[in-house]
């Protein structure tokens, strides 16, 4: 299994979107966050396991949530650049990519 480090832009939306869905609904935040978790753990453990994406990236879906999980494999480990929800601009996180 790879190690996992989130660009620190992917770490803010991510903690933004739990926040949001525990205001819309008390406990749905935690589904949100275990979801994305999950998603982040089948990507350490199975790196090349996740969809082909722009840019030399990959991603995974969390379960029941419209988002996905883009990250990139690294060396020794992979880099999330983005939980980015289904009708979020396409391609906003790839300047990430840069300083990741």
């Known amino acids: 299994m790879r190690g996992v480090r989130f660009h620190d832009g992917a770490r803010l939306e991510f ?32 790196p090349h396991s996740g969809s082909p994406h722009k840019y030399g990236t990959r991603r995974v879906f969390p379960k029941r949530f419209p988002y996905a999980v883009i990250y990139m494999v690294q060396a020794t480990e992979i880099v999330v650049f983005a939980v980015a ?12 990519r840069r300083d990741g």
């Open 85 to 96: 929800h289904f009708k979020r601009k396409p391609g906003y996180w790839s300047d990430r």
């Open 15 to 46: 903690i933004e979107e739990v926040a949001y869905y525990e205001d819309i609904q008390r406990g749905l935040g935690e589904r949100f966050r275990v979801s994305v978790e999950a998603g982040v753990a089948l990507a350490a453990a199975l």
